[in-house]
């Protein structure tokens, strides 16, 4: 048949691009691996879902205590990238994502395993970029802040030493909990922009972290993951609870879009959203003030959404309030959605690897026919 005679679905909705045992997305459910979602942020930990995504099952104890080792281990970067990471966070124009994807492109060169396709150069791989990208994290905000490089805790879970590096102070037990659950829900999502972006590099046999470095682009849109910094940005805008009904009958009158809001997949609601949102409210809650409100004018801004549009939040949205009430610095949100996300990443990418077939769909094409360059 030819392309032309065939409709091509818009954002290739509801296509089913390949088979995966990564993860399935659900109305009803979210599950990494068979494990609900919810079973996971209530009873495991990211560095469990981490090992559960990389390595294809549950970890027993002591396959777990090795796993954080080599975590652990891998934490810090070579002079040269912590170098560059202090440059390139604060180049005029670039924002952290394009910083972090700088730095990660940069890494591979260190990378002994760099063009070792194999499962187990791309198992050490995973563990290492899993790492490092926390500490890039890490170090950008430093830079950005003028202030030394804060070195890597070992003593710290995934989500703790994270917060511990951008911050130099160690965070309360709800603060690490609070990202470690929110990486956990970040970890892993199917087929969606930026995992397809690495898997179709990937499927070029291209190396893991040329893989990562496009996904991070992938990942950055409004769209896409960079929608939990929009998300806040507009909260701020909106500013005060009186303004919500007035901004938001102003957007729907110019169609603008409610950042935060909205899926491809999920029609009633994405699984992820709540989970966060009850965390983050609590911990909001009890800071008060400032924290508060954002939650307050959030609520708002999403039940006109539910009586309006019947549109619901998706995990971006409580991702921005509760980072912000954590006084994490926005430009840092969606970095952070890639410190967890790398995970699904590197087990999209090595699926990929086991099983490759180069993904290269038709186009339909609708321009002119029949053109003479000289006539
Ligand atoms: N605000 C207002 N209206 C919306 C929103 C929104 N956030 N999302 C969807 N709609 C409306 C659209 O205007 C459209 O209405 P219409 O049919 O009257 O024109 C309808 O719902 C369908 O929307 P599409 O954009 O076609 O849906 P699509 O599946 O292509 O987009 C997307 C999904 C991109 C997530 C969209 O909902 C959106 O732009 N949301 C805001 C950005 C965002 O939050 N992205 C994060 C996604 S989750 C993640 O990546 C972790």
Avoid at 55 to 77: C, M, T, W
Avoid at 178 to 203: C, P, Q
Avoid at 304 to 320: A, L, Q, S, T, Y
Wanted: net charge neutral; hydrophobic share 40%.
């Amino acid at each position: 048949m030819s392309s032309a005679t065939v409709e091509a679905k818009k954002g290739l909705e509801g296509i089913i691009a390949g088979d995966s045992a990564v993860c399935s997305v659900e109305q009803g459910g979210l599950f990494y691996r068979g494990y609900d979602i919810q079973d996971l942020a209530v009873n495991a930990t990211f560095e469990d879902v981490a090992y559960l995504l990389l390595v294809g099952q549950k970890p027993n104890a002591s396959q777990l205590e090795a796993f954080k080792k080599d975590l652990i281990a891998a934490r810090e970067i070579p002079a040269d990238a912590i170098e560059l990471t202090k440059k390139v966070a604060t180049a005029p124009h670039m924002h952290p994502m394009d910083a972090l994807r700088t730095v990660v492109s940069y890494l591979a060169q260190f990378d002994p395993d760099c063009q070792d396709n194999s499962a187990e150069a791309e198992l050490r791989k995973s563990k290492r970029l899993t790492a490092q990208i926390a500490t890039i994290i890490g170090h950008m905000q430093n830079a950005i802040d003028g202030k030394p490089i804060v070195k890597p805790d070992a003593s710290l879970s995934h989500a703790a030493n994270l917060l511990y590096m951008m911050t130099g102070q160690k965070p309360t037990e709800e603060e690490a909990h609070i990202v470690d659950v929110s990486l956990i829900l970040y970890a892993e999502h199917d087929f969606n922009a930026s995992t397809f972006t690495a898997r179709v590099i990937a499927g070029t046999l291209s190396d893991m972290h040329g893989a990562v470095t496009g996904a991070i682009a992938a990942l950055k849109g409004p769209l896409h993951g960079g929608a939990n910094e929009q998300a806040m940005e507009m909260l701020k805008e909106i500013g005060t609870i009186e303004n919500v009904e007035p901004f938001m009958q102003s957007a729907f009158a110019t169609k603008r879009k409610i950042m935060g809001f909205g899926h491809r997949v999920y029609k009633s609601g994405d699984h992820r959203a709540s989970i966060l949102h009850g965390l983050g409210r609590k911990y909001a809650d009890k800071k008060g003030g400032d924290a508060k409100k954002w939650f307050e004018i959030g609520e708002k801004v999403q039940a006109i959404m539910d009586r309006e549009k019947r549109i619901f939040p998706n995990v971006d949205f409580p991702c921005g309030m509760t980072y912000y009430a954590m006084g994490i610095p926005v430009p840092q949100y969606t970095p952070i959605f890639v410190a967890s996300r790398i995970t699904g990443w590197c087990a999209h990418i090595m699926e990929q690897h086991a099983d490759n077939r180069l993904i290269r769909p038709l186009s339909r094409y609708t321009g002119p026919n029949g053109l003479k360059w000289n006539g």
